[in-house]
């Protein structure tokens, strides 16, 4: 396992507008997307964020519900997605610009970071963190 990498895919409740959330939030690129037979949901896209990946698509309920699902169904999310930047500062003011709200407020934390989290509209929460600001 020397090679390797970990990618979040995350189960969304509307595919387009989280690639749109997330260009316009985070500078995400898409590199493709495959549409479902519904011509409604993504079944899978692939946007590239920073110096790596990140996965979605829309919730398929019909197929069962042992799948990942969007935390809008779960009522919470699972899990907190880190995102390491150079400037927390301008990364958090384009988040929140984009519709993110707040959970933790941005500031410099005890443990030597730069450091607070935010919701995204789909119900993930992200963390953003970067040099302590003078």
Known sequence: MNNSTLTPHL???????????????????????????D?????HAHLNLGTGALFLHDEFPEFGGEGAQAPTRLGGASCTLHL????????????LKAGAGVLMP??????GM???????????????GGPVKQ
């Open 11 to 37: 189960a969304v409740n509307d595919g387009e507008a989280a690639i749109a959330f997330y260009e316009k939030a985070f500078g995400a690129t898409l590199e493709n997307k495959h549409p479902a037979d």
């Open 39 to 43: 011509g409604k949901r993504l079944m």
């Open 84 to 95: 390491e930047v150079a400037d927390a500062d301008a990364a958090w003011e384009r988040a």
């Open 106 to 111: 941005l500031d410099n934390q005890f443990w």
């Open 114 to 128: 730069r450091y607070g989290q935010i919701k995204d509209p789909f119900g993930h929460v992200w963390s953003i």
